[in-house]
């Protein structure tokens, strides 16, 4: 057994460290054709960064403030994302098929917001994944939670699907509602769900020390929304994530609950593929706001 008590604190962290192998997207450059091409489809190639759209909330909470219709509020939205994270349903229901972004289907869930949410089980067949052409699947990982370890049996099981049909897997640290917001906690969570075989690892910003999240996360960090914040706040996050080592965002209520969704959405593309300032970003959403409500 580990002896805990005599672990040194990390501290050797090296955040500029270059991609190494050649292939835009963080830790990739060892995986076959087939994984890389579809992580293409979700990293930008010349910014290696994306923003990821996500509307996947209703899987455990219904239709919540925005989401009352997918194919109405968030369906026109879907062009100018890079790639959009949702379930099996609502991609077949709601988002037309023709559609470019890249397509990152929810494969956990269980229980709804009324019961324990770390109680979850894989509830996608990596073979529907291949057959919608998604170029992803994401699961929740509830490091410190109370099924921790079958959500981390849960992310093997799926990665192995995943490497067994090119389908690249995102894991998403779940954070319950008594546990510590930090970098340590963060760090400790990012990496178990990296070395468990995750491509892409999803997580929360904080204001203290994320770049060693980044910096000792071998595959990419993409950055949760979280909550509705104020639109410049938001940008503020976004802008702070991409500058500290993240590879892109995953913002949903901040996109979909803001009251012009298109203009955020296009402000925190300014924000991860052109390193506008926060302040920038949030002229350009005042400019494109103002132009929606004169048309």
């Known amino acids: 057994m580990a002896d805990t008590d005599g672990l040194l604190e990390a501290r050797n962290f090296e955040a500029t460290a270059p991609v190494a192998g050649g292939f835009h997207v963080k830790g990739a450059h060892a995986q076959d054709w087939g994984l890389q091409n ?15 759209l996500a509307f996947d909330h ?45 397509i990152v289907l929810r494969a956990s869930g269980g229980p709804s917001i009324l019961r324990d949410l770390s109680d979850e089980h894989i509830a996608l067949d990596i073979e529907d ?25 849960n992310l093997a099981t799926l990665v192995d699907a995943g490497q067994r049909h090119g389908v690249a897997v ?9 546990m510590v917001r930090d970098a340590r906690y963060f760090r ?5 769900t990296a070395e468990m075989g995750a491509h892409i690892v999803k997580t929360y910003y904080v204001d203290q020390g994320f770049e060693t999240v980044t910096a000792s ?33 995953d913002m949903g209520r901040n996109i979909f609950q ?19 300032k926060p302040e920038d970003a949030y002229e350009l959403f005042r400019e494109r706001s103002a132009g929606n409500a004169a048309s």
């Open 217 to 249: 996360c071998p595959v990419p960090i993409i950055v949760a929304g979280g909550k509705k914040l104020p639109e410049l706040d938001a940008l503020t996050m976004a802008y702070r994530s991409i500058q500290e080592g993240a590879a892109g965002v």
């Open 38 to 52: 579809r992580l293409s489809r979700i990293f930008r190639r010349d910014t290696g960064r994306t923003v990821m």
């Open 258 to 276: 803001s009251e012009h969704p298109a203009a955020m959405l296009a402000a925190v593309r300014a924000v991860v593929h052109d390193d506008a």
């Open 58 to 102: 209703g899987y455990f909470l219904g239709p919540m403030a925005g989401l009352e219709r997918i194919d109405t509020n968030i369906a026109p939205l879907v062009p100018d994302a890079d790639a959009i994270m949702m379930t099996r349903g609502a991609l077949r229901t709601s988002i037309p098929p023709h559609s470019d972004a890249g």
């Open 188 to 192: 400790l969570a990012t990496r178990i």
């Open 170 to 178: 995102l894991g998403v640290t779940a954070v319950g509602k008594d």
């Open 129 to 153: 994944a291949v057959r919608l052409n998604a170029a992803a699947v994401a699961i929740q990982v509830f490091v410190g939670g109370e099924h921790e370890s079958r959500s981390v049996a």
